[in-house]
C-alpha cells in the first residue's frame, strides 16, 4: 500500500465511449503524474502536474485528456480511443516536483480497447 | 533517452545477495542515482537514492563507484519476492522520473 489509489484497477471499452480513471493521494504530494506502460515497452511518462498546474505534455494524442482539480486528485479521461492504446496506466505522485523526491505508484488501470 | 545501462536480466539463489549493476557514464555532477523496482503488473516501487556517497536502508545497499560512472544495487538475501523489473535512473533532483528497460531478476530457491 503506498497510499496512491487507482480506480477502477481494469477497466474495458470500446473505441466509442468515454471513460475516466481516477486516482488520489492523501499523501499531501504536491505533484502528481500519468504514466503508460505498454505490453514489452518501458513506462512512458505522459503527463506531469506540480501545485495542480500542468507543466508536461510528452506528446500525447488529444484522445487523451487529464484533469487535476487539487493537489489530491487526477483523472485522465478517455475518448475514442484506439485498440493500441491498450496498457496499464499508471499514476504516481511525489511531495515535491524536484528536490529529489521519491515518487509514489499506484497499482495501475489495466486498460483495454476493443 | 534512458542515460544509463543495465543487463536485461539476471539470476539470484534464494539467500544469495543481489548484485544488479549500471553504467551510467555520462552521469553529471548534480544528477543522483535512482533504484526503483516492478513486481509483476504492479505499480513501480522506489527502493534507494545517491549523489556521491554510498547508501543503505531497510531494502538494499546503493554502491557509486567513486567517479560515479557506475553503480550497484545490492539485495543481501535475496526473496523470491525480490523478484521483479529492476530499474536504476538517473536525473537531477528537479527532473521526471525517465525509465528505461531495466534488468528482469529472477530469484529461484
Same mark, same amino acid.
Given at each position: 500500500?503506498?497510499?496512491?489509489?487507482?480506480?477502477?484497477?481494469?477497466?474495458?471499452?470500446?473505441?466509442?465511449?468515454? !471513460?475516466?480513471?481516477?486516482?488520489?493521494?492523501?499523501?499531501?504530494?504536491?505533484?502528481?503524474?500519468?504514466?503508460?506502460?505498454?505490453?514489452? !515497452?518501458?513506462?512512458?511518462?505522459?503527463?506531469?502536474?506540480?501545485?495542480?498546474?500542468?507543466?508536461?505534455?510528452?506528446?500525447?494524442?488529444?484522445?487523451?485528456?487529464?484533469?487535476?482539480?487539487?493537489?489530491?486528485?487526477?483523472?485522465?479521461?478517455?475518448?475514442?480511443?484506439?485498440?493500441?492504446?491498450?496498457?496499464?496506466?499508471?499514476?504516481?505522485?511525489?511531495?515535491?516536483?524536484?528536490?529529489?523526491?521519491?515518487?509514489?505508484?499506484?497499482?495501475?488501470?489495466?486498460?483495454?480497447?476493443? | 533517452?534512458?542515460?544509463?545501462?543495465?543487463?536485461?536480466?539476471?539470476? *539470484?539463489?534464494?539467500?544469495?545477495?543481489?548484485?544488479?549493476? *549500471? +553504467?551510467?557514464?555520462?552521469?553529471?555532477? +548534480?544528477?543522483?542515482?535512482?533504484?526503483?523496482?516492478?513486481?509483476?503488473?504492479?505499480?513501480?516501487?522506489?527502493?534507494?537514492?545517491?549523489?556521491? +556517497?554510498?547508501?543503505?536502508?531497510?531494502?538494499?545497499?546503493?554502491?557509486?563507484?567513486?567517479?560515479?560512472?557506475?553503480?550497484?544495487? %545490492?539485495?543481501?538475501?535475496?526473496?523470491?519476492?525480490?523478484?521483479?523489473?529492476?530499474?536504476?535512473?538517473?536525473?537531477?533532483?528537479?527532473?521526471?522520473? %525517465?525509465?528505461?528497460?531495466?534488468?528482469?531478476?529472477?530469484?529461484?530457491?
Amino acid at each position: 500500500e503506498t497510499g496512491v489509489t487507482q480506480t477502477p484497477r481494469h477497466l474495458v471499452m470500446g473505441m466509442t465511449n468515454k !471513460k475516466s480513471l481516477k486516482c488520489e493521494q492523501h499523501l499531501g504530494h504536491n505533484a502528481m503524474y500519468w504514466y503508460k506502460q505498454s505490453a514489452k !515497452k518501458p513506462l512512458e511518462l505522459m503527463f506531469v502536474y506540480n501545485f495542480k498546474e500542468q507543466t508536461e505534455n510528452n506528446s500525447v494524442p488529444s484522445r487523451f485528456s487529464p484533469e487535476c482539480p487539487n493537489s489530491s486528485h487526477l483523472f485522465l479521461h478517455l475518448h475514442t480511443l484506439q485498440p493500441e492504446d491498450s496498457a496499464l496506466y499508471l499514476c504516481a505522485s511525489s511531495l515535491n516536483p524536484g528536490q529529489g523526491s521519491e515518487a509514489f505508484f499506484g497499482q495501475g488501470t489495466r486498460l483495454t480497447v476493443v | 533517452d534512458a542515460k544509463t545501462t543495465q543487463p536485461p536480466s539476471m539470476d *539470484c539463489a534464494e539467500g544469495r545477495a543481489a548484485n544488479l549493476p *549500471c +553504467n551510467h557514464s555520462t552521469i553529471s555532477g +548534480n544528477e543522483y542515482v535512482y533504484w526503483y523496482r516492478q513486481i509483476h503488473s504492479q505499480g513501480p516501487q522506489y527502493i534507494i537514492h545517491g549523489l556521491k +556517497n554510498n547508501e543503505t536502508n531497510e531494502m538494499a545497499s546503493l554502491i557509486i563507484t567513486e567517479d560515479r560512472k557506475s553503480s550497484t544495487l %545490492i539485495l543481501p538475501h535475496a526473496t523470491l519476492r525480490d523478484t521483479a523489473v529492476y530499474y536504476c535512473i538517473v536525473r537531477v533532483s528537479t527532473d521526471k522520473l %525517465i525509465f528505461g528497460t531495466g534488468t528482469r531478476l529472477q530469484v529461484f530457491p
